[in-house]
C-alpha cells in the first residue's frame, strides 16, 4: 500500500513538472488543469491587492473631503474676514466721529452751564425772580402781624383805578397805566392821620419808579384837619408800599411798618425812601 502511495505521489510530481515544462509563462491554462501552488497563490495576492486598493481609494477621498472641508472653511474664514474689516471700518470711521460729537457738545454744554452758573450767582438778582406770590390783602395782613397798629382800621380795601381822584388820594399818581392793583387800610376816625398802602405794578421793572412817584406826589395832609408827618415808601419786587402816621401816634411807627413788609415779602428791598415833616 505505501508503495502504492509513493508510486502515486512520484506520478503525480512528474505530472506536475511536466505541465512546468509546457507552461513557461507559469500562467494558468483556461481549462485551469495543471496549475500549480505558485500559481494558486496568485488570486489569493490579486485579492489582497484589490482589498488594499478600495483602502488606498478611501483615503484620498477622505482626503480631498478633509480638504474641501478645510478649503470651505478657509473660504468662510476669508469671507468673515473680508467682511470684518468692512465693519471694522465703518466702526472705526464712525467712532472718531461720534467721539468728536461727545467731546464738543460736552465742552459746549461744560461752557453754557458754567456761564448759567456765573449769571446765577451774580449779586444782582432779577427783580422777575423776587415778585411776591401772595395777594395784596394776604400783605397787608403779613405787615400787621409782624407789626401790630393799635388804631381801628378798617379791613384791605380795594383801590379804583379807573378814579382818577382815588388814585391821586390814596397812591399820590396822577397815572394808573403802570399799576395792575393797588390795596389800602386808613383808620376809621378821621382825626388820625395813618394810611397804609400796597400796590402791585404791571412788572417788577416798574417798581422803582412807581414808588418813587408815590413818595413824591402822596399828600401827607389829605386829612385837611391833621397831617401824616412821617412817610416811608419801599419796592420789592413787583410790589410797593407806603406808611405814613402822624408822629403824634409814633414816630417810628412808618418805618417800622416798612421793615415788617420786607421781612413780609422775604428780602432786601429794591428801594426804601423814607421822610419826617411835610
Not at 417798581?207 to 412817584?213: D, E, H, I, N, Y
Amino acid at each position: 500500500m505505501k508503495k502504492l502511495l509513493a508510486v502515486s505521489l512520484a506520478l503525480s510530481m512528474m505530472f506536475l513538472m511536466t505541465a512546468c515544462g509546457n507552461n513557461p509563462s507559469g500562467s494558468p491554462s483556461s481549462s485551469g488543469e495543471g496549475s500549480s501552488y505558485e500559481d494558486v497563490l496568485q488570486p489569493t495576492d490579486g485579492l489582497e491587492d484589490n482589498t488594499d486598493t478600495p483602502e488606498n481609494t478611501d483615503t484620498p477621498a477622505e482626503n480631498e473631503e478633509t480638504d474641501s472641508n478645510t478649503d470651505s472653511s478657509a473660504t468662510t474664514q476669508n469671507n468673515s474676514n473680508s467682511s470684518k474689516p468692512s465693519q471694522g471700518g465703518s466702526t472705526n470711521t464712525s467712532r472718531p466721529g461720534n467721539s468728536g460729537g461727545n467731546s464738543s457738545s460736552s465742552n459746549n454744554n461744560n461752557n453754557s452751564s458754567n456761564s448759567g452758573n456765573n449769571s446765577s450767582t451774580s449779586t444782582d438778582k432779577p427783580a422777575e425772580n423776587k415778585n411776591y406770590a401772595g395777594t395784596l390783602p394776604e400783605l397787608i395782613s403779613a405787615i400787621y402781624a409782624k407789626q401790630p397798629v393799635d388804631l381801628m382800621l378798617s379791613e384791605p380795601t380795594a383801590v379804583d383805578l379807573s378814579d382818577a381822584d382815588a388814585v391821586t388820594y390814596y397812591l399820590g399818581l396822577s397815572d394808573a397805566s403802570k399799576v395792575k392793583e393797588a390795596y389800602f387800610s386808613e383808620t376809621m376816625i378821621g382825626s388820625q392821620a395813618y394810611s397804609l398802602v400796597v400796590v402791585r405794578t404791571n412788572s417788577a421793572a416798574d417798581a422803582p419808579a412807581v414808588a418813587q412817584s408815590m413818595f413824591d406826589g402822596i399828600n401827607q395832609s389829605k386829612w385837611i384837619c391833621v397831617t401824616a408827618d412821617c412817610l416811608a415808601v419801599g419796592a420789592y419786587g413787583d410790589t410797593v408800599m407806603l406808611a405814613m402816621a402822624d408822629s403824634s401816634l409814633s414816630t417810628t411807627l412808618h418805618t417800622d411798618l416798612r421793615a415788617a413788609y420786607a421781612s413780609a415779602v422775604g428780602g432786601t428791598l429794591d428801594v426804601s425812601l423814607e421822610r419826617t415833616g411835610t
